[in-house]
């Protein structure tokens, strides 16, 4: 068994959240990694509210525990738009809808050698299309009503002013998020692309547009890259010359929106 599912069978095992939330009960249950490491808050935005929310069902409470999940270990994989398509579809032939066991969603699918799947550390190279904070209150982040402490929703396409009903998503969650990362919400234009470090989530709450019925939110899969650890902007300005590996082509979101506004003043 792989070190993130021990981790997080552990997690489901142990005491959480009781379904309203109580003071200091979120415990992310390993050294955060990536850009988390170096920028996370020492003090929790959101530490009332704890790894499964103030949610009641079942089903709920696991997927909110993966939601919140910083231990997913291992190399990033490279994935693209495909993959989450590949995913997609065979969460559908399995007939996955809101499960009850999530391990279903685990080694899913075979990418450059390695089986993934719900987990898995991934890294994605697209055009940032949007980011804003969640409009809904969720019960992952026990129903929370002020725009700071709710998940950051990222629209990610394939080229510049893409339908979103062909788009993926990546979401920042506010537990542990680094405070310059809320800078990304206030981007109107990126023509650069980004990269985006985080592990592979089953999001069963919401499905993707199909057959010219368009979903809410707009997405071409429910596999997302959430929550995320780490994000990136490239140097230069196509796909093809912003390799995923090539670190050289990349510059941490933060160092970037901090360029921004050095150059805004």
Avoid at 42 to 69: I, P, Y
């Amino acid at each position: 068994m792989t070190t993130w599912r021990i981790i997080l069978f552990a997690a489901l095992l142990s005491p959480m959240a009781t379904p309203n939330g109580s003071p200091d009960n979120f415990k992310p249950g390993c050294t955060l990694r990536f850009q988390l490491k170096e920028l996370a808050p020492e003090s929790d935005l959101a530490l009332r509210c704890g790894n499964e929310g103030d949610a009641t069902r079942d089903t709920d409470m696991l997927q909110n525990q993966v939601k919140n999940n910083f231990c997913a270990s291992g190399d990033p994989v490279t994935v693209n738009f495909n993959t989450l398509l590949k995913l997609q579809a065979q969460a559908e032939k399995k007939e996955v809808g809101h499960p009850t066991d999530r391990s279903v969603l685990t080694d899913m699918i075979t990418e450059g050698g390695s089986k993934i799947g719900e987990g898995t550390v991934v890294r994605l190279v697209a055009f940032l299309h949007n980011a804003h904070f969640t409009k809904s209150k969720e019960t992952s982040t026990c129903h929370e009503g002020k725009q700071d402490l709710k998940d950051i929703h990222i629209d990610l396409v394939q080229k510049p002013g893409a339908d979103l009903c062909h788009s993926v998503t990546a979401e920042m969650i506010p537990h542990f998020r680094p405070e310059e990362w809320i800078g990304l919400t206030e981007v109107e234009e990126l023509e650069n692309p980004v990269r985006v470090t985080g592990q592979l989530f089953y999001d069963a709450s919401h499905v993707p547009c199909r057959n010219g019925v368009e979903a809410s939110p707009k997405r071409a899969s429910v596999w997302e890259v959430h929550p995320v650890y780490a994000m990136d902007v490239c140097l230069n300005k196509s796909l093809q010359s912003c390799p995923a590996n090539d670190n050289s082509k990349w510059k941490p979101l933060h160092k970037w929106l901090e360029e921004q506004t050095e150059d805004d003043q």
